[in-house]
């Protein structure tokens, strides 16, 4: 099975701007990955926040982006708020098979 | 308002059976895919497997971890989704969740998770 690989753990300031990375053991992410990425917060279930590498959905704060950049998949967050401290999770299809990424925990500070 | 409920964790012993329900209001769950992913307690996501609609004929599929021992199915009638979870080990004890996704129709919904736990 493909292993997806997120940062453990990343930190931002308030009001700045930080990007999330996913990558694929089996080569180049590329829009056939159909790359997703979640939100969750502790004691909550996730939110989906971005589909197909670079949609959003209605509830997605306009401040979170998706994109595929230098072979992997990324969440950019411009102008970070507090509210935004968060496990966020990307999701890949491999056929028909989905793997997540082991989560990214991202501080607000 | 689109909503699922998941019902039917609770403690169950190695090599136990349990069903998961998912019953679900607010969207046409007979044109949607259902979803189920699990979270072990302080560990990340982990997709469980899906099922598709009617029209794609109901095709499942499964992570490499649980398939041949858990089963989904749906109810398009009572708007309810189902994992069926057989020879259940200890590693299977986590949240089990269930998720709605329709790209074409920008719906994308989870519900609030139901607790397995395996342990004699």
């Known amino acids: 099975q493909a292993v997806v690989t997120q940062e453990p753990s990343l930190t931002v300031s308030p009001g700045g701007t930080v990007t999330l990375t996913c990558g694929s053991s089996?080569?180049?992410?590329?829009?056939?990955?159909?790359p997703y990425w979640f939100q969750q917060k502790p004691g909550q279930a996730p939110r989906t926040l971005i589909y197909?590498?670079?949609k959003k959905h209605s509830w997605t704060p306009a401040r979170f982006s998706g994109s595929l950049f230098g072979g992997k998949a990324a969440l950019t967050l411009s102008g970070a708020q507090p509210e935004d401290e968060a496990d966020y999770y990307c999701?890949?299809?491999?056929?028909?098979?989905?793997?997540f990424g082991g989560g990214t925990k991202l501080t607000v500070l | 308002e689109v909503q699922l409920v998941e019902s039917g964790g609770g403690l169950v012993q190695p090599g136990g059976s349990l069903k998961l329900s998912c019953a679900t209001s607010?969207?046409?769950?007979?044109?949607?895919?259902m979803h189920w992913v699990r979270q072990a307690s302080g560990k990340g996501l982990e997709w469980v497997g899906r099922?598709?609609?009617?029209?794609?004929?109901?095709?499942?599929i499964y992570a490499a971890s649980v398939n041949g021992r858990f089963t989904i199915s749906r109810d398009d009638s009572t708007n309810t989704a189902y994992l069926q979870m057989n020879s259940l080990k200890t590693e299977d004890t986590a949240i089990y969740y269930c998720?709605?996704?329709?790209?074409?129709?920008?719906?994308?919904?989870w519900g609030q998770g139901t607790l397995v736990t395996v342990s004699s």
């Open positions: 998720r709605v996704e329709d790209t074409i129709k920008k719906l994308d919904s």
């Open positions: 607010g969207f046409t769950f007979s044109d949607s895919t």
């Open positions: 099922i598709r609609s009617k029209p794609n004929s109901y095709p499942t």
């Open positions: 089996t080569g180049a992410v590329t829009s056939g990955h159909y």
């Open positions: 197909d590498a670079t």
């Open positions: 999701l890949f299809f491999y056929s028909a098979v989905r793997v």
